[in-house]
């Protein structure tokens, strides 16, 4: 039974792949966003793709403003930001750590490093500086906390998942075996989820951005001066932008020990249950 169900959802996950990545070329989103969305569905099949028609999609022409500015899509668009970038350095970081046979908290740490440290230096910092200041080493500031808050919780949710799982099915920990692959992706989608609430509250107080939307400029505002102070760019950019903190650094600080307790708590379960 097990085998069919994962036939069949490798099968779905190519499915909406190939979907997402041939109609979101159409779509007003940021470059990033829309690797974002196909490295989601890649990860969670036709969830991803799912998420990305519900979430993401312009549903007329010229809506997709007004059609992301809702609350929940934004946090959507963080949350999905932070899976696809961190997702990649944790499914390096399982790989490496099946092949060298590391213990579980070895193998936890080292998908953690991975995840953290391509999800901030890459798909955060470097691919959204220019919407941050411009520089890399600004965004790297910028993007920090956020990044460390929402790795924190995604990790919560899906180490114990991994484990669990992984110590139930047999052949589960072989990225060899289609079982490894199913098991991780079942992790993220759980992952996704715990992370949810965490974007909320970083978005909520602009300490993250959400869904934008990028459109070609009309071609009759090249020949217009620029006001004093701004740039000609090839694209116009509204939507989830991070604005100024507004939140203390008690409020930060308290937060980042939630996702710290979060994150304990999610490897306590892995050891207990899983280990």
């Known amino acids: 039974m097990l085998q069919g169900v994962m036939l069949l959802w490798f099968i779905l996950t190519a499915m909406s792949v190939a ?24 990860y969670t099949g036709p969830v991803g793709a799912f998420l990305y028609v519900l979430g993401c999609r312009e549903p007329l022409p010229g809506m997709h403003e007004q059609y992301v500015s809702v609350r929940w899509r934004q ?51 470097l691919f959204m500086k220019d919407s941050m200041g411009g520089t890399y080493g600004k965004a790297l500031k910028t993007t920090f906390i956020s990044e460390l808050l ?14 669990i799982v992984k110590a139930s099915i047999p052949g589960g920990n072989n990225p060899i075996n289609p079982e490894f692959w199913f098991i991780m992706s079942m992790a993220l989608l759980i992952g996704f989820i715990s992370a949810y609430p965490m974007n909320w509250w970083l978005v909520s107080n602009h300490l993250k951005h959400g869904m934008m939307t990028v459109r070609p400029e009309p071609p009759e505002a090249e020949d217009q001066q620029m006001p004093q102070g701004m740039t000609q760019g090839a694209a116009g950019m509204s939507g989830g932008a991070m604005g100024g903190k507004t939140v203390s650094n008690f409020e930060i600080a308290k937060m980042t020990l939630l996702s710290f307790a979060l994150f304990a708590l999610g490897i306590l379960i892995a050891l207990v249950v899983g280990g």
């Open 19 to 42: 979907y997402v990545a041939v109609d979101i070329r159409k779509t007003p989103e940021s470059k990033v966003l829309k690797w974002g969305f196909i490295l989601l569905t890649i």
């Open 75 to 125: 946090v959507l668009g963080s949350t999905m930001h932070c899976v696809a970038g961190d997702g990649v350095g944790i499914l390096v970081g399982a790989v490496l750590g099946s092949v060298l046979s590391l213990s579980m908290l070895l193998d936890i740490g080292l998908e953690y490093i991975l995840g953290f440290g391509f999800g901030w230096t890459i798909f955060q910092a």
């Open 150 to 163: 929402s790795m924190n919780c995604l990790m919560a949710g899906m180490v114990p998942v991994a484990a």
